[in-house]
């Protein structure tokens, strides 16, 4: 008799668990093992350390993604932005490339094959976790269960990880120091949702009223409490998004 060949299509459940697990499939008294790894995609933050797994994300928070399986394409791929254009998002398509936070996309800043930077999307707000989904051309590749929390502040770092605090003057030019009594600019990732409502992945410049963060800021200098005059989203000539500014005043230490 000639061999009959042919394919044989199955699906199963996510393994949301720390181990791999193993199954069998049965097919004309043919037995197969089927294996299947726990989730490898980890989510870390794109200022602190981003290359350390961290379990909880928040709304609006910039963060970057990166698993054994490469969901990306190998030539990286930049999200195309004009600052000088009010009222433009985030795509949440890049490259084939795809972040879901429990089934809503996620706007998206860069792709690859190693690594993805991304936004959290504001649909995560009151939630306890989130399922987290790596998807490249329509497939399925990694995923992640993660807890969520209001707001995870992180400071933006100039010079990597052991770097100083991103700081500006109001007039957009950077310091190295401060003196009390100047007025200075901060810049943060994570600090939750804005109001009015921050759409995901909205691209703001430096002549829009810019939406006031939610929750209340504090900032200290030295140990001191400083006078913050205003908390809002950033705009777009500083980082693309995901990024909030907090004005305020150096306190004398």
Do not use: C
């Not at 990597?160 to 957009?172: F, Q, R, S, T, V």
């Amino acid at each position: 008799a000639l061999p009959i060949y042919g394919s044989v299509q199955f699906s199963v459940q996510a393994n949301n668990s720390a181990a791999s697990r193993s199954g069998t499939l049965s097919i004309a008294g043919q037995t197969m093992v089927v294996t299947q790894r726990p989730p490898g995609l980890q989510v870390s933050s794109e200022f602190t350390n981003p290359w350390a797994p961290e379990q909880t994300v928040s709304p609006g928070e910039l963060i970057r993604l990166k698993s054994p399986l490469p969901f990306g394409p190998d030539a990286g791929v930049s999200a195309s932005v004009s600052p000088q254009t009010p009222g433009l998002s985030l795509p949440t398509d890049l490259g084939g490339t795809r972040i879901l936070f429990d089934g809503n996309p996620a706007p998206l800043i860069y792709t690859s094959s190693t690594y993805v930077d991304a936004i959290v999307p504001h649909t995560v707000a009151g939630a306890v976790t989130t399922l987290v989904e790596a998807e490249y051309n329509g497939v399925k590749i990694d995923l992640a269960q993660l807890a969520v929390a209001p707001a995870t502040p992180v400071l933006l770092i100039l010079g990597g990880l052991y770097g100083k605090a991103w700081l500006e003057l109001p007039d957009g030019s950077s310091i190295g120091t401060v003196s009390p009594g100047m007025t200075v600019d901060a810049f943060l990732t994570g600090a939750g949702l804005t109001r009015p409502a921050n759409a995901d992945g909205r691209i703001y410049t430096r002549t829009e009223t810019l939406p006031n963060l939610v929750l209340p800021v504090t900032i200290s200098v030295g140990g001191v409490a400083a006078q913050v005059l205003s908390a809002t989203a950033a705009p777009v000539d500083l980082y693309v998004s995901g990024v909030s500014r907090v004005r305020f005043i150096v306190p004398p230490t």
